[in-house]
């Protein structure tokens, strides 16, 4: 039974980095790809991007200028930062396993999200 | 970026009803790369059937998605308790890799 869970700052002052972790439990960290997907308030979800065992990263182009994703395969874990944040980044934020081509690229396992709030 | 679009936006149902939901897509979804979730309040989204229509592990047959390319859909038979949800649908695109994911649709209890 893989498990994700997740962790990192709700609140954060504008112009902040977001920085949020992601540790994987189970299953097998290097077969798939990792990523990170919020929901703004009544909003829909937005895929924000994807990272593999190696380092590659895939972004959403709206986000790439200013989204890092890494991952540290000595404990499991993916990670997302995201600078310079708005109220517009105000979300919960789900780390997610997903992007394989046998599964047609659904996202199958789901953190249980956290909530990002950005306020002066 | 392919765009989707889920309709109805909202549903007030009654238990043991059929219901169709539906996702159009801009452009042609490669592949039948389309998924379908089911998200209760407070809860991360569950995937229900990947595909457009395989089911995944766990999900009950009442859960159908057929279609293609542009046009796809969701029926549920026989509505459950359980069921009364925000569904959304979510394609992959390969030029460039991404995924882009529907409005939702929301089903009540009426």
């Known amino acids: ?120 | 970026e392919i765009v989707l679009t889920q309709s109805p936006g909202a549903l007030s149902l009654s238990p043991g009803d059929r219901v169709t939901l539906s996702c159009r897509a801009s452009q042609s979804v490669s592949s039948n790369y389309l998924s379908w979730y089911q998200q209760q309040r407070g809860q991360p989204p569950r995937l229900l059937l990947y595909g457009a229509s395989n089911r995944a592990p766990g999900i009950p047959d009442r859960f159908t998605g057929t279609g293609s390319r542009t046009v796809f859909t969701l029926t549920i038979s026989r509505l459950e308790p359980e069921d009364f949800a925000v569904y959304y649908c979510q394609q992959y695109g390969s030029s460039p890799p991404m995924y882009t994911f529907g409005q939702g649709t929301k089903l009540d209890i009426k």
């Open chain 1, 1 to 120: 039974q893989v498990q994700l869970r997740q962790w990192g700052a709700g609140l954060l002052k504008p112009s902040e980095t977001l920085s949020l972790t992601c540790a994987v439990y189970g299953g097998s960290f290097n077969v798939y790809y990792w990523n990170w997907i919020r929901q703004p308030p009544g909003k829909r979800l937005e895929w924000i991007g994807e990272i593999n065992h190696s380092g590659s990263t895939n972004y959403n182009p709206s986000l790439k200028s200013r989204v890092t994703i890494s991952v540290d395969t000595s404990k499991n874990q993916f990670s997302l930062k995201v600078r310079s944040v708005t109220a517009a980044d105000t979300a919960v934020y789900f780390c997610v396993r997903g992007g394989e081509q046998w599964l047609s690229f659904a996202m199958d396992v789901w953190g249980q999200g956290t909530t990002v709030t950005v306020s002066s």
